[in-house]
Nanobody, 125 residues
Framework: QVQLVESGGGLVQAGGSLRLSCTAS????????MAWFRQAPGKEREFVAF????????RYVDSVKGRFTISRDNAKNTVYLQMNSLKPEDTAVYYC??????????????????WGQGTQVTVSS
């Protein structure tokens, strides 16, 4: 069992920045690819970014490329999402997820084994 706890959400004006953190406990963090998803009201959960076990491979949804950066610190059991140049359409609950794998991550939410409780990000115009 892996427990994931997100933090760092909040209210920010358009153009601002936030850094989300997700700290894991319970199993060997470096055995898991990690990802961030988000869900806006009335919409389906959307892939945002993933990072491989050792951090060497990342992928982003097109809408956040060049603005968001996913990273991880395996010594701290933590994955981050640095979000810059935020837009109102980035408003959502952001979830981190863990996928046990010998390979890379995935953009499909049903391939992840564990989820955090979510953290709200609100971007005002």
């Amino acid at each position: 069992q892996v427990q994931l706890v997100e933090s760092g959400g909040g209210l920010v004006q358009a153009g601002g920045s936030l850094r989300l953190s997700c700290t894991a406990s319970g199993r060997t963090f470096s055995n898991y690819a990690m990802a961030w998803f988000r869900q806006a009201p009335g919409k389906e959960r959307e892939f945002v970014a993933f990072i491989s076990r050792n951090g060497g491979n990342t992928r982003y949804v097109d809408s956040v490329k060049g603005r968001f950066t996913i990273s991880r610190d395996n010594a701290k059991n933590t994955v981050y999402l640095q979000m810059n140049s935020l837009k109102p359409e980035d408003t959502a609950v952001y979830y981190c997820a863990a996928k046990y794998t010998y390979g890379s991550g995935s953009s499909y939410f049903n391939q992840y084994d564990y989820w955090g409780q979510g953290t709200q990000v609100t971007v005002s115009s």
